[in-house]
């Protein structure tokens, strides 16, 4: 788990304007959901046997003997949330953005606090659901200068498809069971589909072989798929047939899709989504929707060929008094005046020296420094200095403001 603070905390805050931005062109509100949720909301959601609800979950029982975990996704939560406030049959665009918590095993990529943004469309089944989707998610990473990412859909198909779909992976793969590796043989009773997930290379050889699993699934299911690829094509998304593509949880009916990113090496998956259905609340709840992760995002920001450069939190102006009480009192009035003018302002609290003042004027950045003592006070001047080049000037309390809104200032708020 990582502090984030400046300067780093400036990227994160611009990623999540940005992000705030895309998804109000989409009509999606923000819900935000408690960090802790009682376990059974994961194990409904994601399924008693997916890694995450398995082996990832901060759990614990709280005082009154509840089993609780600290959310690992935002998936489930969203879905309790809407079981409780959407009717049936009622459409709604939603998203959330914060910290999920797993307990995995720490390594480049993968922490025990991370964050992510996520998306929900809730509504049922509909390919132009499921392009607009992701057509969003890529509009994500665009207004986040984000250059060479993959986007790799494929299908799950219905889960009325899933027994067909497992019997004929499983036929086909039971001759080359002593090849795979010692999780995906486990694998291979619980989760066969898993095993085209698996990332060790003895698997991945065995893998590649197979006959799609579409090849398996209702025509239904694979026209569904079909019109998502179109609809993708219209919507301008440059999208790839993964046709190993899995994604690791039981919720997922239709369209899964991921995004990866050169810049984040072994971890390199961005984002990952799909259509879902949830049952919640002695409800079926289908949308469509994805997560990205954050600190992800932030290295392939980083890593891009224009890394943004968000607004400085340098002040513009730093006042330094000359004197002694009556001359501070008049500069705190000063620096508020100015600020509620929409002018960011500093100066020292200290009680220092002139000269360790300057000093502290020149390290906050500042463009302008105002000297004002007991002699100016008397004169109603002040004596602005501008650092770029030194030149300096005696101007009034009133002028102040409007001398600072110069060329090379950021505009006043
Ligand atoms: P998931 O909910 O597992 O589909 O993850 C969605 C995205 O969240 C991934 O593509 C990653 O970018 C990010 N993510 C998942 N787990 C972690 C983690 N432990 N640390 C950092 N990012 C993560």
């Not at 709840?285 to 995002?297: D, M, S």
């Not at 500042?366 to 109603?380: C, F, H, K, T």
């Amino acid at each position: 788990m990582s502090d984030i603070a400046a300067p780093e905390v400036r990227l994160w805050q611009w990623v999540e304007d940005r992000a705030r931005a895309v998804f109000r062109l989409y009509g999606c509100d923000e819900v935000r959901t408690p960090i802790p949720e009682r376990v059974e909301v994961y194990v409904r959601a994601l399924g008693e046997g997916t890694d995450v609800v398995q082996k990832e979950m901060y759990s614990f029982t709280d005082r009154g003997g509840r089993a609780i975990a600290l959310r690992p996704e935002g998936t489930a939560g969203v879905m309790r949330y809407v079981a409780g406030a959407v009717a049936p049959g009622q459409d709604a665009r939603l998203y959330y953005l914060g910290p999920m918590f797993r307990a995995e095993r720490p390594q480049a990529g993968r922490k025990r606090q991370f964050h992510q943004i996520g998306v929900e469309f809730i509504g049922a089944a509909s390919p132009v659901a499921d392009a607009e989707c992701i057509a969003l998610q890529v509009h994500l990473m665009d207004a986040w200068g984000l250059a060479g990412y993959d986007v790799q859909v494929h299908t799950r198909g219905l889960p009325e498809d899933q027994p067909a779909v497992r019997k004929g992976f499983q036929d086909h793969l039971r001759p080359l069971i002593s090849g795979l590796c010692e999780e995906c043989r486990r694998r291979f009773e619980t989760h066969p589909l898993r095993i085209l997930d698996c990332k060790q290379e003895e698997c991945r050889n065995i893998v590649a072989g197979t006959p799609p699993v579409t090849s398996y699934m209702s025509d239904a299911s694979r026209a569904y798929f079909d019109e998502v690829l179109r609809l993708l094509d219209a919507a301008g998304v440059r999208a790839r047939v993964n046709p190993q593509l899995i994604r690791g949880l039981d919720y997922y009916a239709h369209t899964i899709w991921e995004i990866t990113h050169p810049a984040l090496g072994a971890q390199d998956a961005l984002a990952g989504g799909g259509r879902y259905r949830i049952a919640m609340a002695g409800r079926d709840i289908e949308g469509v929707g994805f997560a990205v992760g954050l600190e992800r995002v932030l290295l392939a920001v980083q890593a891009s060929p224009q890394p943004p450069t968000p607004d400085p939190s340098e002040p513009v102006i730093w006042l330094v008094t000359a004197g002694g009480d009556a001359a501070r009192a008049a500069n705190l009035g000063l620096l508020q005046k100015l600020r509620r003018e929409g002018v960011a302002a500093g100066m020292d609290t200290g009680g220092r020296s002139m000269k360790a003042q300057m000093r502290a004027a020149d390290r906050s950045g500042a463009a302008w420094v105002a000297i004002r003592g007991e002699e100016e006070l008397a004169q109603g001047r002040i004596k602005l200095k501008r650092m770029a080049d030194g030149t300096e000037d005696l101007v009034t309390q009133e002028e102040l403001p409007r001398r600072l809104a110069g060329p090379g200032l950021p505009p006043l708020p």
